[in-house]
């Protein structure tokens, strides 16, 4: 396979690779801003579950751009938090550790006292393990851990922006968004595939209940309730509007593309923009071991079962019953 065979099948990551972005990601923040317009009036941002950091690179732009222009006259203050370790970025404080544990929260926290963030993004998603169930879980836990840091540091009328996956126990998440939001809308960019459950929650107007004091310790979701969400009637049941950005001059991300996209302009393969986190291996070790499929970080879409074996329930079969209890038990 060419090197620019990617380039014909993702126009997002080639055009993400040629205007300077870490990852096709960007495009989604950059679209979602276009619907909602959530960069006005923002100074301080927290970007969670960051890396490669293509959303701190838009963030940057963004805000820096303006204050470059003399447009503002408060300090930016962007903070961007992440498991793995990324390439510095103008601007922006970078803090590595998980949003889920406590120490984490409050190192944000702390970068926010006394002036509260007007914006926080999120754009986390796990390790997939192909168990939709679990995937689901693990992520709607990375959406709640996130609302948790925010309920201490987004300042009231603020936005909160999150990746949601839009599973069985959505409409639970959508009810607890509402009890904080005046607004919230469940959004689909373009650069998002339809073939993705992914979607995002952009939810306006950090109105938190009467008296609510935001408690680290106190997990929101309880998934002991034994009620089913989904079969809730009439007020008990919170529907938010869905919303596909964008109209069809935006390019599709599910289609692939001629290599020539202008006929005035010659196509160029452009590198991949990230630095690696990583240090090349030392001469003379062996490859690393292809990771097996529990391990890949960031895939959302569901499998199609049949279709690709390395992505569907036939792989799930070849899981030793030991990595399963393994996932099962990091929870
Ligand atoms: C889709 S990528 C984010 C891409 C990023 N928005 C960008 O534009 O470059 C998802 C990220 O979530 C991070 N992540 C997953 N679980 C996390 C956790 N518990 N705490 C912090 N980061 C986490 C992963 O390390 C991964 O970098």
């Not at 510095?88 to 509260?116: C, M, Y």
Request: glycine content about 8%; aromatic content about 8%; hydrophobic content about 35%.
């Amino acid at each position: 396979m060419g090197r620019s065979s990617k380039d014909k099948r993702d126009i997002y990551y080639r055009l993400a690779k040629e205007e300077g972005w870490r990852a096709r990601s960007a495009f989604k923040l950059l679209q979602l801003d276009q619907e909602f317009n959530l960069f006005t009036g923002v100074n301080r941002a927290v970007d969670l579950c960051a890396a490669p950091g293509s959303w701190s690179q838009v963030l940057s732009r963004k805000l820096r751009g303006l204050e470059e222009k003399g447009e503002k006259v408060e300090e930016v203050k962007i903070v961007a938090v992440d498991l793995q370790a990324m390439a510095p970025l103008p601007g922006v404080t970078q803090i590595q550790g998980d949003i889920t544990k406590v120490s984490t929260a409050q190192e944000i926290i702390r970068h926010f006292e006394g002036q509260p963030a007007d914006l926080v993004v999120c754009d986390g998603a796990p390790d997939v393990t192909g168990l939709h169930d679990v995937d689901e879980y693990i992520q709607a836990q990375l959406l709640l851990a996130a609302l948790n840091i925010t309920s201490h540091v987004l300042k009231p009328g603020g936005t909160f922006v999150a990746k949601i996956f839009r599973g069985k126990d959505v409409t639970l998440l959508y009810s607890q968004l509402k009890l904080f939001f005046g607004g919230v809308t469940c959004a689909k960019p373009r650069s998002s595939r339809n073939s993705s459950i992914e979607a995002f929650v952009v939810c306006q107007n950090y109105s938190p209940p009467e008296g609510y004091v935001p408690n680290m310790s106190n997990p929101l979701l309880d998934h002991a309730y034994d009620v089913d969400f989904n079969q809730l009637q009439g007020p008990n049941r919170v529907i938010v509007p869905f919303l596909a950005c964008g109209d069809l001059s935006a390019f599709d991300s599910d289609r692939t593309y001629p290599l020539q996209l202008d006929s005035g302009k010659q196509y160029e393969y452009t590198p991949p923009h990230a630095a690696p986190d990583l240090p090349p291996l030392p001469a003379g070790l062996p490859p690393p071991k292809k990771q097996p499929a529990v391990q890949r970080r960031c895939q959302t879409s569901r499998p199609e079962p049949g279709r690709d074996g390395s992505n569907s329930r036939v792989q799930l079969i070849r899981l030793t019953a030991a990595d399963l209890w393994g996932k099962l038990h990091s929870f």
